[in-house]
């Protein structure tokens, strides 16, 4: 997990910046999504405690109100929790 | 005259009402760093579009009106939100130096948590698919306490 890292602060950008970050961010969920798929059963049951099922699915850090298939989710079953 | 502040979710999604992006998510998957905007954007089509092929939640920070009691994570009886009580309280300090964060004075979690929440903001992922423990742990709505079930645990490296 993240250490704090007192020398460092969190990356500021311009607006004009927002589409190369946004693709950086894009390759950055899709290593996400892919690592998710390749966890052993080992890591699966660590991280999840047992639940193994419920790992193929993302964690929503917020509120949701909506249905998941409008947020471009390319088929996922429910998130947890929800 | 300008419209009275409105207390914004820094969690929010894309579709919520006056939704604005106010952040994007770079990093690794298993050190998400969140990037800040000098001003936070308005939601459109074509910003959304930046996300494609994944979820706009998976990429960008939205921020939105706190939906307050119609909202899982709302604690009606306190009237606070147990999402920033539990970011405090369960995940680890990704930074100690604050965002530079176009949202603050608006936002739910730091009228409410202050700094402590903004050291831990930068790591969080709206649409997560590789959260540690504390992650999965503090965006589950039954989960009202904040207190760690074990030792944080990585997720496989990308
Ligand atoms: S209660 Fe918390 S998570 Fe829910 S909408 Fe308000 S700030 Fe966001």
């Known amino acids: 997990m993240n250490q704090p890292s007192p020398a460092c602060k969190p990356a500021h950008i311009a607006n004009t910046d927002v589409e190369a970050m946004a693709r950086q961010g894009v390759?950055?969920?899709l290593a996400?999504?892919?690592?998710?798929?390749?966890?052993t059963p080992e890591e699966a049951a660590a991280v999840g405690g047992g639940l193994t099922l419920a790992?193929?699915?993302?964690?929503?850090?917020?509120?949701?109100f909506t249905k998941l298939d409008v947020m471009n989710l390319g088929g996922l079953s429910s998130p947890i929790g929800f | 005259m300008a419209a009275p502040p409105v207390t914004l979710c820094p969690s929010a999604q894309p579709d919520w009402q006056d939704a604005r992006v106010f952040a994007v998510v770079g990093g690794t998957p298993d050190r998400p760093e969140t990037a800040y905007l000098d001003q936070a954007e308005p939601v459109t089509p074509e910003l959304l579009a930046l996300a494609s092929?994944?979820?706009?939640?998976?990429?960008?920070?939205?921020?939105?009106?706190?939906?307050q009691g119609a909202c899982q994570h709302f604690d009606n009886a306190g009237h606070s939100c147990r999402l920033a009580q539990k970011t405090v309280g369960?995940?680890?300090?990704?930074?100690?130096?604050?965002?530079?964060?176009?949202?603050r004075a608006d936002?739910?979690?730091?009228?409410?948590?202050?700094?402590?929440?903004?050291?831990?903001?930068?790591?969080?992922?709206?649409v997560n698919f590789t959260p540690t423990r504390s992650m999965r742990q503090a965006a589950d709505p039954d989960v009202i306490s904040a207190t760690p079930v074990g030792p944080?645990?990585?997720?496989?490296?990308?």
């Open chain 1, 32 to 39: 996400a999504r892919q690592a998710m798929m390749e966890m």
């Open chain 2, 90 to 103: 369960l995940m680890p300090i990704a930074f100690e130096k604050l965002p530079r964060c176009a949202i």
């Open chain 1, 27 to 29: 390759a950055r969920a």
């Open chain 1, 55 to 64: 790992l193929a699915k993302p964690i929503i850090y917020g509120g949701l």
């Open chain 2, 107 to 126: 936002c739910r979690w730091w009228q409410q948590e202050g700094v402590s929440a903004c050291r831990r903001c930068p790591q969080v992922v709206t």
């Open chain 2, 53 to 67: 092929p994944v979820a706009p939640a998976e990429v960008f920070r939205i921020a939105a009106p706190c939906a």
């Open chain 2, 152 to 158: 944080d645990a990585l997720q496989p490296a990308a």
